[in-house]
């Protein structure tokens, strides 16, 4: 259920309420007085996000990269940089803060994920800020993950257990070279901030990775055991992972889920419970219809977030940043 409100005098810090959506009463006409607003209201404005994992700001002056860098900025949140990341996704940044969201054709969905949950480094905060919407479609697409955790335990309890319990390692097959045709097409060079093969194993090693190399030059990773369920403030247990978006998204996965997911003992995940999983949070998603100027703020556990595939002439253009 979303919840509508002018600024913030009504707020009910509900959790059932997803989306929050905060509307500019028309009080606030400058980028200067949106950022002071924010401030004298920061603790209320998280209090909201710590209850429904998003909220949506619109009618604010906000309308391009660095404006948007100004207005997150005023939340107060450490910085993380897209560079400190481990994702080998395609973006182009803007500010040194603000960068592209995932790159990849608009004709390609990308699937609902906790954002870099598949790596031991991610951030708590992602904010969206939609410069341009697409003619048809773009939707972003956003999912609770504690009401996921609560369905899928309902449905598959002895394997939702063995997922909180063992966790999940994924084997992600990196590129020899950046291909922005692809959601996942950062070289390995670029996704790990490396130049030679023997940084890039000094790398892995120390995050606790295996890896192999491929004769074209790719390099296929596998992460240690990561948390794929976790718990939060107030004791919420949420769904916090990839595993969705490597499910259904990344080549291969769907036909043989042994390529990129098993348990963290390195047994298999059944294709039911991955389907199950997938059909479940589906069907609990909310799809975000953009406005040129909205910015939303999203908790990393609290909320998995995707992209509807678009089309038309206009370039879609939504930028993100990432917060501690």
Known sequence: ???????????????????????????????????????????????????????????????????????????????????????????INYTDLVFSANEAPKNVEIYLH??????????????????????????????RSDVVYQKVAAAEPQLTEKLSSVGVKYTNRIPAADNADSAQGRGWQSTLSVETRDQAEQKLRNL???????????????????????????????FFNQIIAAYEGWEGVKDDPSVGLCFGDDSPIPSHFLDSICDIASETAYDLVWQDGDVAVVDNHLSMHGRRPYSGDRVRRVLVTLGL
């Open 114 to 143: 906790s954002e870099m949950a598949q790596t031991p480094v991610f951030p708590n905060i992602i904010s969206l800020f939609c410069e341009k919407t697409a003619i048809t479609g773009g939707a972003t697409i956003l999912c």
């Open 208 to 238: 606790g990775y295996t890896w192999q190399w491929h004769s074209d030059g790719s390099l296929s990773a596998q992460t240690r055991a990561l948390s794929a369920i976790k718990s939060i403030e107030n004791g919420r247990q949420v």
């Open 1 to 91: 259920m979303t919840y509508q409100s002018n600024m913030l005098e009504d707020l009910e810090f509900n959790n059932d309420h997803f989306p929050s959506i905060i509307l500019n009463n028309g009080s606030i006409k400058t980028l200067e007085q949106a950022q002071a607003w924010i401030n004298q209201n920061q603790a209320t404005i998280k209090k909201e996000l710590a209850c429904t994992g998003a909220v949506l700001f619109r009618g604010f002056p906000v309308s391009d990269a660095v404006s948007y860098d100004a207005f997150f900025s005023a939340f107060g949140y450490d910085n993380f940089t897209y560079k400190e990341s481990l994702s080998n996704a395609v973006r």
